[in-house]
């Protein structure tokens, strides 16, 4: 009897498991760390609902839930995610579906290992046209769209209103921002003056790629072709010059806080220790529920704005870069590509819920909504979704050069070189860099 027994339930076991195998299978793999004990399957999160990692591993849950045909495998890949991808790619295994940077583009679509998508996403109708122009150029290559765009991102001005208020650089309820860079040294001068505090933290060790979006910020906002070509930049200009000389001035004078990295800037600013923290759109999340707890230093006391605009720009401009979802060319079966791009669609319906990390959205119809506008601080952002500028299409290896100008630029602001030394360094590594990759 207990034989029988025995033998029935492993019958309907391999009955279950084979039901599952008739599952179009799938794999997906992400970044954005991992949380699954804080988001149980078919629960909502315990903590942190709109952090990224608990939102997006939602996400992929609510698709099974709502795509019972379809098995996803998902692979998280420690940030940024290439190492683990190049070897799969070397392994003939890369996965279905992957998050990618917007700035790596380039170097998987060159060399063929992701598909275009234009005609799939015409054929389950996914609107492109819904795309705001900053995911648009993001994904757009040649005249193709290489990726359904996840969010841009990019760096912003993280305020401590309560600070800003002791410094006399309040009105009407809004922060006194600067206009130009002899506006922004007086204003720096002023915030220290009275609250003994530097007006700007910033990671300057450890971290390169931060100074480098700066730069890049303050040549879009004088209108600086910087890029010549794919394989040539151009930053040994009066125009970078102009940037860089003005940041070593602020570090000079101590209105930067000098040596953090990455850490020490967030947690410096978190405790109120200065004025404006330079840092992107991810962290908007952790400083307003700061600024919602009783007691700590951004009580009742936080703001976020694009960059000002020093060099005369009338549009607010801002280099971005963002994450799209991209599909690696592979062997697949016609329904493992069909829900490849169920996922696809699914995900950019709902771009709303991943837009609540803080990011903005990539899409037209949500970035006017009135739920994104009125989440916390979209309106002072979101027009930085339509002005948001990426590098021209075509530029390879985007991490590596933000590292070698970020080196440098370190270099140059805390004093170790000079800028003139720098910049020509700068971009010596930089066309050489890319002299060899292509």
Avoid at 14 to 39: K, M, P, S, Y
Wanted: with cysteine.
């Amino acid at each position: 009897m207990k034989m029988r027994v025995l033998t029935v339930f492993i019958l309907l076991a391999l009955t279950a498991c084979h039901a599952r195998d008739d599952r179009t299978h799938i794999t997906v793999q992400r970044i954005f760390g991992e949380c699954r004990a804080n988001v149980p399957h078919g629960q909502a999160p315990i903590a942190n609902p709109d952090g990224e990692c608990e939102v997006v591993t939602g996400l992929l849950d609510a698709f099974e839930k709502e795509n019972p045909d379809i098995l996803l495998s998902v692979n998280i890949a420690p940030w940024p995610g290439y190492d683990q991808l190049s070897a799969q790619y070397a392994a003939g295994d890369p996965p279905d579906i992957v998050v990618m940077h917007m700035s790596t583009l380039p170097d998987f679509a060159s060399r063929h290992l992701i598909e275009p998508l234009d005609a799939d996403f015409k054929a389950i109708g996914l609107d492109v046209g819904n795309f705001t122009p900053a995911a648009r150029n993001g994904v757009t290559i040649n005249g193709q769209v290489y990726g359904m765009p996840f969010d841009n991102w990019t760096q912003l001005w993280h305020i401590n209103m309560n600070l800003m208020t002791r410094a006399g650089l309040v009105k009407d309820g809004e922060p006194i921002l600067p206009h130009s860079p002899e506006e922004l040294l007086a204003q720096a001068r002023q915030f220290k003056a009275r609250t003994g505090l530097p007006y700007l933290l910033q990671p300057t060790d450890n971290e390169r790629a931060a100074l480098t979006l700066d730069l890049y910020t303050y040549l879009l906002d004088q209108k600086a072709v910087f890029f010549t070509d794919p394989r040539h930049i151009h930053i040994d200009t009066p125009q970078a010059h102009r940037v860089v000389d003005l940041f070593r001035q602020i570090y000079a004078e101590g209105l930067m806080a000098p040596g953090q990295d990455y850490p020490a800037a967030m947690a410096g600013f978190l405790n109120g220790q200065g004025g404006i923290c330079l840092v992107g759109t991810w962290m908007i999340g952790t400083f307003n529920a700061e600024a919602n707890t009783p007691g700590r230093p951004l009580y009742h006391g936080y703001t976020v704005k694009p960059y000002p605009m020093l060099y005369g720009s009338t549009d607010q401009i801002a280099y971005v870069d963002g994450h799209a979802w991209v599909m690696p060319r592979r062997e697949r079966t016609p329904a493992q590509r069909a829900a490849v791009f169920r996922l696809m669609k699914f995900l950019q319906m709902h771009d709303f819920d991943w837009s609540r990390t803080g990011h903005l959205t990539t899409q037209a119809d949500v970035a006017a909504s009135a739920k994104y506008l009125n989440l916390p601080h979209r309106s002072e952002i979101v027009t930085l979704a339509r002005t948001g500028e990426t590098l021209p299409p075509g530029i390879e290896r985007q991490f590596a050069v933000r590292d070698i100008i970020g080196d440098e630029l370190a270099s140059a602001i805390t004093g170790h070189k000079t800028v003139d030394r720098a910049l020509k360094d700068a971009e010596n590594r930089v066309n050489d860099l890319l002299f060899h990759v292509l």
